[in-house]
């Protein structure tokens, strides 16, 4: 584990880098600001430690950073239509970032806050933050806490916890974009990619969730079978349509199982998601600004690189068929995610 000084952030605080190295050499940088995946270095088929992840090389970058790229996501990922909802008869009321929506918890949410970082492992590090009551419209002081690990397996475990005083909404996620063939590649549409679901939640043209759930089958959002996520990307659908691409929820066959799997043939590095949450959103990056600048002196493009965010259900604090993300006053919620890379395809033959 190394520590170093990130930058100073607006408000005068330094923000810290971290490094924590597995066993195995698999290598994770993480910021306390937005508790960021900076960097994640995984073996490729020639044995070279390659950066899956896209991020940036300032925190100034991650002071701003429009595609949350990388960042821990809360109080709660996806939007909420109106930026409303209703706790035991009282309205509360969120800001609205996203068009019509509340997206990802808000103009300050977790991904703008400068974490309290404990290093709980030489491979491991946790981070905490106190959301005050009222904080971007949410009730109930609450103590969030994400724990990175970096496994034996080559895993990056992640690990939510949440506690509040007040009944509240927790659904917290993270944003990283990966790009299995490294910092070098401009596309993610020759990734293979197979999601364990065979159901997915459409959206309306504003991406507000409608409440529905589709079966898959025989349209373009089927991954039941590993496909390139480029194959059907520009189908004639309007799901496809309304988000320029995949930006779906998919909800998961097998609560524990593998999620999702993603595979890049070029460097031979694959990718396991395996998660306790109901769902998972898969985003192949189509709002990623064109030009914005990245790690490495470059420039990010839109389907870049892709996220698989695991969360409950979107808006499912208005939809009462989907299982609920309040949480009650004392409760603690927790979740894992992790995602697991290989050499060679992770899926069998
Ligand atoms: C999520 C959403 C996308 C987009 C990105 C951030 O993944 O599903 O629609 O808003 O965040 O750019």
Known sequence: MKKEVFGVCKD??????????GRTGMTAKVTDFGAAIVSLFVPDKNGVMTDVVLGYDTLAEYEANPPYIGAAIGRCGNRIAGGTFM????????????????????YQGFDK????????????????????????GYPGNLVACVTYA???????????????????????????YFNLAGQ????ILDHELYINADRMATVDEYVSATGEMIDVTGTPFDFRKPKKIGADIG??????RYVGGFDHHYDLKDNG???????????????AVTTDCDGVQFYSGNFLPDGLPIKGGRKVKKRM?????????????????????????????????????TVGEPWEK
């Open 12 to 21: 005068g605080r330094t923000a810290s880098l971290y490094t924590i190295t």
């Open 113 to 136: 806050r400068l974490w309290n970082a404990v290093q709980t492992s030489p491979d491991s590090l946790t981070l905490t933050l106190f959301s005050e009551d009222g904080d971007q």
């Open 87 to 106: 706790l035991d008869g009282v309205l509360y009321k969120l800001d609205l970032n996203d068009g019509r929506n509340h997206l990802h918890g808000g």
């Open 150 to 176: 970096v496994t034996d397996d080559n895993a990056l475990a992640i690990r939510y916890r949440g506690m509040s005083d007040k009944k509240t909404i927790f659904n917290m996620t993270n944003h990283s």
């Open 235 to 240: 189908a004639d659908n309007d799901q496809i």
């Open 184 to 187: 070098n590649s401009d596309s």
């Open 305 to 341: 690189a892709f996220c698989l965010e695991t969360q409950f259900a979107p808006d499912a604090v208005h939809w009462p068929q989907f299982k609920s993300p309040v949480i009650e006053a004392g409760e603690c919620a927790e979740s894992e995610t992790r995602y697991t890379f």
């Open 257 to 271: 199982a593998v999620a999702a799997m993603a595979y890049c043939a070029e460097s031979g590095i694959g990718m």
